[in-house]
């Protein structure tokens, strides 16, 4: 692992939550995974932030999920959560309320970069997972949470994947999801902020209390495939993403878990 300067300190607003900001010596360059801000989660009772993913970009915290933000690309590189059956069955309906995350420092995209593109406003944090506040509903329709998607992939397979999930949430019990775009090696930009388009998206999603996880990369294009095509390991997207997913686990456990894959832990048939 590459070793990076701890410069400071300081505690988060969330129950009993340490964060070490840690920031690299080099400056933002043409290589993706060069940053300028890393959040290490060093403790926390509820274990929800332990798992937050190690990587570059901004970390903003909003009412039901996290993100680190990549000023280069316009948009977040991981979201992440801890998904409950309150979330995906409460009373808050979806209100098309797309806007400017005031919380980037820089400034997001906005409702301009995808006008006109032929590009869906694809959610990274489903706005079906946020039904458990006005508040979480209202937040996954800011643009650090939007990424452009091919409109058949977005309405097509992406959708059937989180459908899933909500499904093995259901079934499985609570879990931690993390969702991003796969930069490299783009689709091009749209856009006067230039919004990056990724190629493909990675999904994850941890079961801690069954000790089991499974991790998808679909291109952004449409696909007739079944889902199951798509699994890969969880060290296959941090390889890819350069992003440390799940770090607070035991490491041995980490190991196993990331390294392998077992679909007969998974009901599919949904």
């Given amino acids: 692992m590459v070793l990076h300067k701890f410069s400071k300190l300081f505690i988060l607003l969330f129950p009993i939550l340490i964060s070490c900001e840690v920031y690299n010596s080099k400056h933002e360059s043409n290589n993706d995974n060069k940053g300028s801000k890393i ?3 060093v403790a926390d009772t509820n274990k929800q932030y332990i798992y937050l993913p190690l990587s570059e970009g901004q970390i903003v915290h909003h ?10 690309h316009e948009q977040a590189i991981w979201v992440y ?8 069955n409460g009373k808050f309906s979806r209100k098309d309320n797309f806007r400017v995350d005031e919380k980037i420092i820089h400034g997001s995209a906005t409702l301009s970069d995808y006008k006109g593109s032929g590009f869906d406003r694809g959610h990274l944090v489903p706005a079906a997972d ?11 329709f800011l643009f650090s949470n939007i990424s452009p998607q091919v409109p058949s992939f977005n309405r097509g397979v992406w959708r059937k994947l989180e459908l899933l999930f909500r499904h093995w949430v259901g079934s499985e019990g609570d879990a931690y ?13 749209i856009g006067e902020n230039q919004v990056t388009i990724p190629n493909s998206f990675y999904k994850i999603i941890y079961c801690d209390n069954k000790e ?32 440390d997913f799940f770090g607070g686990l035991d490491d041995t456990l980490e190991q196993k878990l990331e390294s392998n894959v077992n679909l007969m832990d998974w009901d599919f048939k949904k």
């Fill in 212 to 243: 089991k996880m499974i991790g998808f990369i679909i291109p952004n294009k449409k696909s007739n495939n079944f889902i199951t095509d798509y699994v890969t390991t969880i060290d296959s997207i941090e390889s890819i993403t350069n992003i």
């Fill in 177 to 189: 999801i993390a969702t991003g775009p796969i930069l490299t090696d783009s689709l091009g930009s």
């Fill in 39 to 41: 959040s290490l989660i």
């Fill in 81 to 88: 959560y801890f998904l409950t059956s309150e979330m995906i």
């Fill in 63 to 72: 009412n039901s999920y996290s993100l680190a933000y990549s000023e280069k």
């Fill in 130 to 140: 946020m039904k458990n506040s006005h508040i979480s509903m209202s937040e996954s």
